[in-house]
């Protein structure tokens, strides 16, 4: 049972290049999150999957595309990166299931953009 | 949009001090409040919540409070412990869709 993992755990890209963050979770949950963490900034909720099939904006869009491939797998898109998508992202999972609905973190994916 | 403000951004305590860190919230319809903390390197991790039909919640050394009225909630953590050491984020969320984060409090514990 691995939980939330990303890939990759690293990447630098140049300006204007294109890359796509991988997320996938083992715990059969229904919703999953992307958020991106700046320094002093805390996360910021950029888009969200409340169960298979649906996507929605979060607080920080623009510049993002998602996919909910299935119930295990979401990722991110950046189509032309940034040097101001440098940051940190985090994938996370919840279930509905329940009373308890904690959110899962991954180990995140340091990404630069010069 | 939702606002959190979370306070103090660093936190030094003596081993086997308490700890607090505030937060406060602007959407009166929030009604799910975590903490989570995160070592360095690694995700954030959740170590409390509390819904907004509870005022307080306790687990072990860890305590959260919440005053609904002045749209604050509390971490209080008792006896630290050096392995206390890291960083704390507050939220908030509105039945669980979007999150909205604080910017975090760097706690620091000396042995």
């Known amino acids: 049972n691995a939980g939330v993992t990303q890939t990759p755990k690293f990447q630098v890209l140049k300006t204007g290049q294109s890359m796509t963050l991988q997320c996938a979770q083992d715990?059969?949950?229904?919703?999953m999150y992307w958020y991106r963490q700046d320094p002093g900034m805390g996360l910021r909720l950029i888009y969200y999957?409340?169960?298979?099939?649906?996507?929605d904006k979060g607080e920080v869009p623009n510049g993002y595309n998602v996919s909910r491939l299935n119930k295990r797998e979401f990722s991110l898109r950046l189509e032309s990166a940034a040097p101001s998508q440098t940051s940190v992202y985090f994938c996370?999972?919840?279930?509905?299931?329940?009373?308890?609905?904690?959110?899962?973190f991954g180990p995140g994916t340091r990404l630069t953009v010069l | 949009g939702e606002n959190v403000e979370q306070h103090p951004s660093t936190l030094s305590v003596q081993e086997g001090d308490s700890a607090v860190i505030k937060c406060t919230y602007s959407d009166s319809a929030s009604n799910y409040f975590p903490w989570y903390k995160q070592e360095l390197g690694k995700g954030p991790q959740l170590i409390i919540d509390i819904r907004s039909n509870v005022g307080e919640k306790k687990d072990q050394r860890i305590a959260v409070t919440l005053n609904k009225t002045a749209k604050h909630f509390s971490l209080h953590i008792t006896e630290t412990q050096p392995e206390d050491s890291a960083v704390y984020f507050c939220?908030?969320?509105?039945?669980?869709?979007?999150?909205?984060f604080g910017s975090g409090t760097k706690l620091n514990v000396k042995p």
């Open positions: 996370a999972s919840r279930s509905l299931a329940g009373v308890y609905n904690e959110q899962f």
């Open positions: 939220a908030d969320s509105y039945n669980f869709n979007k999150f909205y």
């Open positions: 715990m059969n949950h229904n919703s």
């Open positions: 999957s409340a169960s298979e099939g649906t996507t």
